[in-house]
Structure formats: C-alpha cells, structure tokens
C-alpha cells in the first residue's frame, strides 16, 4: 500500500462543506482514495510526493448529463441556428438514422473518444443515455456499449418518438419491452418531457415503469417551454430535473422543497442560441444545483466543463465558487454519489490539478487550456 502526498497546493477546493476551501494545502492519497486533507505544514509523511507549486486543485468534474452514444454530423443544423433557425429537437432523428446505420465498433470508437476528451478537460465521472437507438435492439445495443465506458448508465428510450410509430404504442414499448431489455444495462430512466416529444402522462407512466424496475429516475424538464416535467421529477422522487430553463414560480417551490436537483445545461443554451436558466433564482431559493454539458450532436456538442463553468458564472450570475460546487459536487448529488465529487478522507482521489492559482480562473480565463494533471482513483493521467 503506497501513499502519495500532494504537496504545495496555493488553493484546495474540497467540495467538502466542513471546509470547502484551505489555502496553502496538501493532500494525501493512499489506496486509489483520499487519505487525508490539509494544511501543508501539517502534513504527514508518504511514500510519494507530488508538488502542486502552488497550483489549485479541485475534484474531478461529475458530468452527470451526456448523450454520447451516437453517429453522424449535425453541423448544417447548427450552422442554420446561428443564421436565425429555432432549435425544436426535430434533428434528434437525424442522429437516430446515422446511429441505427453505424457499426458497434464505430459507435465504441466515437463514445470513448468523447470519453477521453472529457477525461483530459478534467471529467472523472461521466453519465451516458442512450436515446439515439429508439427500438429494443438500438437502446439496448446502446447501453451496452455506454456501460463498457461509465457505471453512470441511463435509459432513454422517450428521447422523441419515432417517424414509423404511433405514439400510444411507442409508449406502451418504451415502458415495456424496450425497458425489459434495457434495464440490464441502465443505473437510469430519463424521459424528454416536452411538446413535440412525451407530454405529463407519458412521462409518469414511463418513469414509474422504469422505477418499478429498480432504475432510478431523472427527467428532460422544462427546456424549451414550461411544462409538467419539473414537478413530475419531483413527485416521484427522481434524482435530478435536467434544464430547468422555463420555470414557473411552483417548479422552483417543488424543486426546493424536494430532493431532486436541477441540473441546468448551458452548453445547450448556448448552441441553441436561447436564453440560460436562471441559476440565481434557483440558489437564492435553496434549490440544490448541477452542471453538466449535455454532450451531444444536436443542441449542445461540448464535452467541456471548464467552459460550462464560465458560462454559469458570465451567463448565468453563478459564483465561481458556486459554478465549481455545482460542477463536481452538485453533479455527484444529480447522481446519488458520496464517493465522487469532493475530496474528504474515503473519497475516491479523482482530482484536477488546474494551472493557475485558484479555481476561478476557470471563469477568469474561459477557453484556456488549465487543466494541468488528472488523477483518476489516485492515478495520474498520462
Ligand atoms: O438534452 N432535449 C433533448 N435531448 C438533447 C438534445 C438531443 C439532440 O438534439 O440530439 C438535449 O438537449
Ligand atoms: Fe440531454
């Protein structure tokens, strides 16, 4: 059993609320975990040691919103976006085509590049849907494949109907052979709870059947227009409400009042060209947040939680403090996780060693490459 001491940190961000922050820090891994976190003169002896010269350090990023299993190019319609085109969720079923087309190996290469592309931007923990599939062969193939890269695994099938089926029958699929043959491979169930995709009714009855199959809930909610979504995930106890951008006054009231986060996207936002969610009224409401990047082809291809961590703090009136809190340990919650998303003793030693003296840099200076070391269960990234 090695230990490793981290030496010489200008600014630990522990994610830890007993003590969220300690300046001029070390800290000390041992066994893949964290052993110890302090003040450096205070630290103990270890096999290793490592200096951070005066670097920050944070957890690894908890990127608890991902669609990564996917084929194709959507570039033309991000292209027509930005020439003044809404985005409505129609080309999910562009994907879907160059998705059912392409090859395992094909689908396996792409997710695990995204993977990796992550991993090097500082994400230790990724959550990857299905959704692209949409028939009990595609979905599951899916899942096969997202859960060869991440335990965060999450089913969904309701991403959007599809063009050869009858919605009813769609549902009564979904939430039963399709989940039949998913739910080997899925942590999750998530349904896209908008017009144009599952409306109040289907989202319950699609959820509750993935509930009743030992799958924990998560929702599509509130992206587009208001709806049910917000207070549906909130009804039955899902983990988290993902988006979250048009709320009304009662969505917060049940976001607030229960244990379901609100996960908001800006990556989304900002592809889409659309306004970002209110952050502000959410935290001054006592609403538990999250950031993630919505990776995906269509309305938000970043795999950068740096950069959703500046656009919550430009965009979103986020503090750097609260963007960081919500990117690791806000995203750990979305998940259900205590062993990811802060450094305290018993944690896992997923932490990012940034090139720059304090984490609001991440905001400070947006689109600079900080992310000077990874290590992954106390592992350094080469
Ligand atoms: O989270 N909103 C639904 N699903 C994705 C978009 C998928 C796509 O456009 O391909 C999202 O934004
Ligand atoms: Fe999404």
Same mark, same amino acid.
């Given at each position: 059993?090695?230990?490793?001491?981290?030496?010489?940190?200008?600014?630990?961000?522990?994610?830890?609320?007993?003590?969220?922050?300690?300046?001029?820090?070390?800290?000390?891994?041992?066994?893949?975990?964290?052993?110890?976190?302090?003040?450096?003169?205070?630290?103990?002896?270890?096999?290793?040691?490592?200096?951070?010269?005066?670097?920050?350090?944070?957890?690894?990023?908890?990127?608890?919103?991902?669609?990564? =299993?996917?084929?194709?190019?959507?570039?033309?319609?991000?292209?027509?976006?930005?020439?003044?085109?809404?985005?409505?969720?129609?080309?999910?079923?562009?994907?879907?085509?160059?998705?059912?087309?392409?090859?395992?190996?094909?689908? =396996?290469?792409?997710?695990?590049?995204?993977?990796?592309?992550?991993?090097?931007?500082?994400?230790?923990?990724?959550?990857?849907?299905?959704?692209?599939?949409?028939?009990?062969?595609?979905?599951?193939? +899916?899942?096969?494949?997202?859960?060869?890269?991440? +335990?965060?695994?999450?089913?969904?099938?309701?991403?959007?109907?599809?063009?050869?089926?009858?919605?009813?029958?769609?549902?009564?699929?979904?939430?039963?052979?399709?989940?039949?043959?998913?739910?080997?491979?899925?942590?999750?169930?998530?349904?896209?709870?908008?017009?144009?995709?599952?409306?109040?009714?289907?989202?319950?009855?699609?959820?509750?059947?993935?509930?009743?199959?030992?799958?924990?809930?998560?929702?599509?909610?509130?992206?587009?227009?208001?709806?049910?979504?917000?207070?549906?995930?909130?009804?039955?106890?899902?983990?988290?409400?993902?988006?979250?951008?048009?709320?009304?006054?009662?969505?917060?009231?049940?976001?607030?009042?229960?244990?379901?986060?609100?996960?908001?996207?800006?990556?989304?936002?900002?592809?889409?060209?659309?306004?970002?969610?209110?952050?502000?009224?959410?935290?001054?409401?006592?609403?538990?947040?999250?950031?993630?990047?919505?990776?995906?082809?269509?309305?938000?291809?970043? +795999?950068?939680?740096?950069?959703?961590?500046?656009?919550?703090?430009?965009?979103?009136?986020?503090?750097?403090?609260?963007?960081?809190?919500?990117?690791?340990?806000?995203?750990?919650?979305?998940?259900?996780?205590?062993?990811?998303?802060?450094?305290?003793?018993?944690?896992?030693?997923?932490?990012?060693?940034?090139?720059?003296?304090?984490?609001?840099?991440?905001?400070?200076?947006?689109?600079?490459?900080?992310?000077?070391? =990874?290590?992954?269960?106390?592992?350094?990234?080469?």
């Amino acid at each position: 059993m090695t230990t490793t001491l981290i030496d010489r940190v200008g600014l630990l961000y522990t994610g830890d609320p007993e003590r969220e922050e300690i300046a001029d820090a070390a800290l000390v891994v041992e066994d893949g975990l964290v052993a110890w976190t302090g003040p450096a003169s205070q630290a103990p002896d270890a096999d290793r040691r490592v200096d951070a010269e005066g670097r920050a350090v944070i957890p690894g990023f908890v990127d608890s919103h991902a669609h990564l =299993v996917f084929a194709g190019d959507r570039t033309a319609e991000f292209q027509a976006r930005m020439s003044g085109e809404p985005y409505t969720g129609g080309g999910i079923r562009t994907t879907v085509a160059a998705t059912r087309r392409a090859g395992d190996a094909e689908l =396996v290469a792409r997710a695990r590049r995204l993977v990796r592309e992550m991993l090097t931007q500082g994400t230790t923990t990724v959550e990857i849907k299905s959704g692209y599939g949409l028939s009990v062969e595609h979905e599951r193939r +899916s899942l096969e494949i997202a859960s060869r890269l991440t +335990s965060e695994t999450t089913f969904l099938g309701a991403h959007v109907v599809p063009d050869d089926m009858d919605a009813d029958d769609y549902v009564r699929l979904v939430a039963g052979d399709m989940l039949t043959a998913c739910a080997p491979h899925a942590k999750w169930v998530d349904v896209f709870c908008e017009r144009g995709a599952f409306d109040g009714d289907q989202t319950r009855e699609i959820l509750t059947a993935g509930l009743k199959a030992g799958l924990g809930a998560r929702v599509h909610a509130n992206q587009l227009t208001e709806g049910p979504g917000v207070r549906i995930a909130c009804e039955l106890g899902a983990a988290s409400a993902d988006h979250c951008t048009h709320l009304t006054d009662a969505d917060v009231e049940a976001l607030a009042s229960s244990g379901t986060v609100a996960t908001l996207l800006p990556g989304a936002e900002f592809s889409t060209r659309s306004p970002y969610p209110d952050a502000r009224r959410l935290i001054d409401a006592g609403v538990s947040v999250a950031l993630a990047t919505d990776c995906n082809p269509g309305s938000s291809y970043t +795999s950068s939680m740096p950069f959703c961590v500046a656009l919550a703090v430009r965009e979103m009136r986020m503090t750097p403090l609260e963007a960081v809190r919500a990117a690791t340990r806000g995203g750990a919650r979305a998940l259900r996780r205590t062993d990811v998303g802060w450094l305290r003793p018993g944690a896992r030693a997923d932490l990012v060693v940034l090139d720059a003296p304090s984490y609001a840099h991440l905001a400070y200076r947006p689109g600079v490459p900080l992310v000077h070391q =990874v290590f992954r269960g106390g592992l350094l990234l080469e």
